[in-house]
């Protein structure tokens, strides 16, 4: 477990440092954000799970895909980093620790897939649940890396990867080991990854009308110039 945990930390800095330059954040502000991210990504999955089972003990991923623009945020004014940008760094980094884990998940044994059938000698053969959700994270990495450097994604790459991750999630988690449902008669993860793609579609629709505002009160703002120069 620690052995993995400091794996993912270290592919966390690598993937920030790669990309910090792109968002104007200098390298000991990344590093501290990186052992933020770390350090309150773990805790944000802590509380999840103590939420989910009232006692301590261990992580719901999910925890740190909702709860850390709650923290980040902040951090970000005080670091005096437009919080946007800090938030779009954060968010692949975040995605391949999830990957990480999800492969430590494999070795320790949980987060098993559904029986899919027996084989021939009687052994149950069961969805590799924990070794497809870290391979598909990373593709959606990859893909999302590629998206990165367009302006339109600039300042909602974190809500587009909670959305991404989100309904990858939904997917998944059907072909996960059957669990007693928590609310609404879902399981867990499908509430979790359900309630990440709402918010994160949510917080896209701000940004796209936040968008659309400054497009349109800049056509305003060039109309009112053109109509003063005609006047001149």
Same mark, same amino acid.
């Given at each position: *477990?620690?052995? *993995? @945990?400091?794996?993912? !930390? &270290?592919?966390?800095?690598a993937l920030m440092l790669l990309r910090c330059k792109r968002y104007g954040i200098v390298i000991w502000k990344t590093i501290l954000i990186t052992a933020l991210v770390g350090g309150l990504g773990i805790l944000s999955t802590q509380v999840l799970y103590f939420i989910e089972n009232s006692e301590?003990?261990? *992580?719901s991923f999910f925890g740190a895909v909702l709860f850390?623009?709650?923290i980040m945020t902040p951090m970000a004014l005080l670091l005096k980093i437009p919080a946007a940008d800090m938030m779009d760094l954060i968010s692949l980094p975040g995605l391949l620790m999830f990957a990480v884990m999800k492969v430590n998940c494999f070795f320790s044994g949980c987060c098993g897939g559904? !029986?899919?059938? !027996?084989?021939g000698n009687g052994t149950p053969l069961? $969805?590799?649940?924990q070794i497809v959700e870290a391979t598909t994270t990373v593709c959606l990495i990859v893909v999302l890396l590629?998206?990165?450097?367009? +302006?339109? /994604? %600039? &300042?909602?790459?974190?809500?587009?990867?909670? !959305?991404?991750?989100?309904? @990858?999630?939904?997917?998944?988690?059907? $072909? %996960?080991?059957?669990? +007693? &449902?928590?609310? $609404?008669?879902?399981?867990?993860? /499908?509430?979790?990854?359900a309630i990440a793609v709402v918010a994160g579609a949510i917080w896209l629709m701000i940004l796209h009308n936040r968008d659309? +505002?400054?497009q349109l009160e800049t056509i305003r703002n060039r109309k009112a110039s053109s109509i003063e120069e005609e006047r001149e």
């Open positions: *477990m620690l052995y *993995m @945990l400091s794996l993912s !930390v &270290a592919l966390l800095l301590w003990g261990g *992580m850390l623009p709650l559904r !029986v899919l059938g !027996v084989s069961a $969805f590799p649940s590629f998206f990165e450097h367009r +302006d339109k /994604t %600039r &300042a909602k790459l974190y809500p587009i990867s909670m !959305v991404s991750y989100g309904l @990858l999630r939904f997917v998944l988690n059907w $072909f %996960r080991e059957p669990g +007693d &449902a928590f609310l $609404f008669g879902m399981q867990k993860g /499908t509430l979790w990854s659309l +505002d400054r």
